[in-house]
């Protein structure tokens, strides 16, 4: 059976009261994004140490580091380095909590996928030596402001470029935001990228009349969870599905929150909408 996680920034910045709420929900882990206003590759050693001594007396395992790894401009050979430091400090990081997934996106999208293919696998290759290199995975995760935002053309992906190191961090929900490369999350881009999934994250969001799409608690959207998490314990997935709330009970996050989470603004009220997505989440695969 697989496990449950949630991300620090989706309860709160402050890593006590996220321990707090994954103990209180019976979770088996938590995924490192922001902690104390710090995203992952920032985070000082002696924070890491505080966080391990809080863990220490708790049964929850870090399940992976919520990395920004090649959220970054694919035509800047800086942003290119700068993201291979990102990706080594959080390996690094991952060492530290006995976690080796590190989540990886595809660049922002300025155009078609298909034009700049070639030039996407080419730009792996020297990550996935340093991955080998670590003993560390990267999961891409398909994202909607990147160049790869379902599960059909991610794995095709992963097909050409032909590491064990790169996996997939499936996010079903993502797909709905995909207007480009149209997919129905579940069962269309699950049954494509099932084969290649190291991890999974948890959010919900519906499509209005009018075309656009909002984020809402899980379960109560189009992604269609309680099929997809029979699916996963039906195929026997003992990795971690972790909730990545997205959604809020007021106000909505901005765009510019969404596509760059992280810090005070991001978790100011994470917590409530947290809270009962983890309670849809228990009743959906207790049911």
């Known amino acids: 059976m697989f496990k449950l996680a949630v991300f620090t920034d989706e309860v709160s910045q402050d890593f006590g009261r996220v321990i707090e709420v994954a103990n209180e929900f019976g979770l088996d882990g ?17 924070d890491i140490a505080r966080m391990k ?17 090649f959220k ?10 700068e993201h291979l430091d990102i990706l080594r400090k959080c390996i690094a990081l991952g060492k530290t909590f006995d976690c080796n997934i590190i989540r990886g996106f595809t660049f922002w999208r300025r155009g078609n996928v298909h034009n700049v293919w070639q030039r996407l696998l080419d730009k792996f290759q020297e990550p996935i030596k340093i991955l080998e290199s670590e ?6 995760e398909n994202e909607f402001s990147t160049y790869i935002g379902t599960g059909r053309t991610l794995a095709k992906f992963l ?17 709905c935001f995909d207007t480009d490369d149209v997919e129905t999350p579940f069962p269309e881009g699950y049954r494509a ?14 499509k209005h009349m009018q075309g656009n799409v909002e984020h809402t608690p899980v379960g109560k959207g189009d992604v269609g969870w309680k099929e997809q998490f029979e699916q996963l314990a039906k195929d026997g997935y003992e990795g971690y599905a972790s909730l990545e709330t997205h959604w809020r009970t007021s106000e909505q996050l901005t765009d510019g929150l969404v596509e760059r989470p992280g810090g005070k603004e991001y978790s100011e009220s994470a917590e409530a909408a ?9 009743k959906m695969i207790s049911s």
């Open 159 to 175: 097909d050409g470029l032909d590491s064990s190191r790169v996996r997939a961090i499936w996010d079903p929900a993502n797909v």
């Open 30 to 46: 938590i995924e490192i994004r922001s902690v104390w206003d710090h995203a992952p590759q920032d985070i000082s050693q002696s």
């Open 135 to 140: 003993d560390a995975f990267v999961g891409i």
């Open 193 to 206: 990228i099932r084969p290649y999934i190291i991890h999974v994250h948890v959010k919900d969001c519906q």
């Open 274 to 282: 947290s809270r009962i997505c983890l309670q849809n989440i228990k």
């Open 72 to 81: 970054c401009e694919l035509d800047s050979q800086d942003e290119y380095k």
């Open 53 to 69: 001594s809080m863990l220490a007396d708790t049964n929850l395992k870090v399940c992976s580091i919520a990395a920004p790894f």
